[in-house]
């Protein structure tokens, strides 16, 4: 919860945290489901990512941090394409867990075996801040990379059932699969699985280039063209707007910059309405962005400092 200053309420600091999207050569998506129990994102299908570690990433930036979550998440190693040999599966699997463990630096196993994250493969692809309410907050960077394009050890297709645990005894993630975002957004438009909206919004970006189920360099440069313009560098600090009629129905709204009622021209529509269920995962998100995400992104609604 918030902190109070003499009888103020000081609202939480959002942890620096990073996410990434790995998209392979089918154009399917790696998402991780969180365990039902979980203290945050329970019982949701996530991106792969997680808080900055000092320990773990001192020096290293968040694309490293990126790197580190997916392999302690998922065993996904994204390493440079340069690199000449890959650990066995054995050792993989015995670094991942004394990783996770805190046993051992994930850059002190890297450098044994003379390995190279794949930082410079993370492509920008917006940045997410908690809203102040809410007594858990990120800070949240996310990248998106294309596995064919990095040298990865683990697996790059299908499901992967997984029950790592935590070093307190808990379950983080119950299982990895990579699927397509059109068909993860199926799944949660049919109440199969549960997101929170900043998936939602780029399960739905995506959805809209990633077209089939062969990744081509088309969708690779249209991709890019996103992480380098004003997609890339939104930031976006989601507001509650109080809208009777959609409380009515159930539903919140959560206004982004660029919204009408946020810098945005008269008419311009950047929301979404969201029906939330236990946990502070979404059952129901609807997404309403009237503008071209290549061209029409009013840049001026986002030129001032993320508010904390």
Do not use: C
Request: hydrophobic fraction near 35%.
């Amino acid at each position: 919860m918030s902190s109070s200053t003499q009888g103020k309420s000081v609202p939480v600091v959002p942890r620096p945290s990073a996410t990434v999207i790995v998209v392979n050569s089918r154009n399917e998506i790696l998402l991780v489901h969180r365990n039902p129990k979980s203290t945050a994102f329970a019982n949701a299908h996530v991106f792969p990512g997680g808080n900055y570690d000092k320990k773990q990433d001192d020096g290293q930036g968040l694309p490293f941090t990126a790197i580190r979550e997916l392999f302690e998440e998922t065993g996904l190693l994204l390493v440079h394409p340069s690199s000449s040999k890959i650990p066995s599966n054995a050792e993989l699997d015995a670094a991942r867990e004394a990783i996770h463990a805190q046993k051992r630096l994930f850059r002190d196993f890297l450098s044994q075996h003379n390995l190279k994250p794949y930082v410079e493969g993370l492509l920008p692809f917006t940045r997410w801040i908690t809203p102040a309410p809410l007594p858990k907050r990120f800070d949240t960077r996310f990248y998106v990379t294309f596995l064919d394009e990095a040298r990865p050890a683990g697996f790059s297709s299908g499901d992967k059932q997984e029950r790592l645990p935590t070093p307190d005894g808990g379950q983080e993630v119950i299982e990895a699969r990579f699927l397509h975002p059109a068909k993860a957004l199926e799944e949660f438009y049919a109440q199969r699985i549960s997101l929170f909206p900043p998936q939602l919004y780029l399960l739905k970006t995506l959805a809209e280039v990633l077209q089939g189920t062969q990744n081509t360099a088309e969708q690779r440069d249209r991709v890019r063209t996103l992480s380098q313009g004003a997609f890339g560098r939104m930031v976006i600090n989601p507001r509650a707007l109080q809208d009777a009629a959609a409380q009515a129905e159930g539903f919140s709204v959560l206004t982004y910059e660029g919204d009408e009622t946020r810098g945005g021209s008269p008419g311009r529509r950047h929301r979404s309405r969201v029906r939330f269920g236990q946990g502070g995962a979404a059952t129901q998100i609807l997404l309403e962005r009237n503008f071209d995400i290549f061209t029409e992104i009013e840049e001026h609604a986002f030129s001032q400092p993320a508010k904390l």
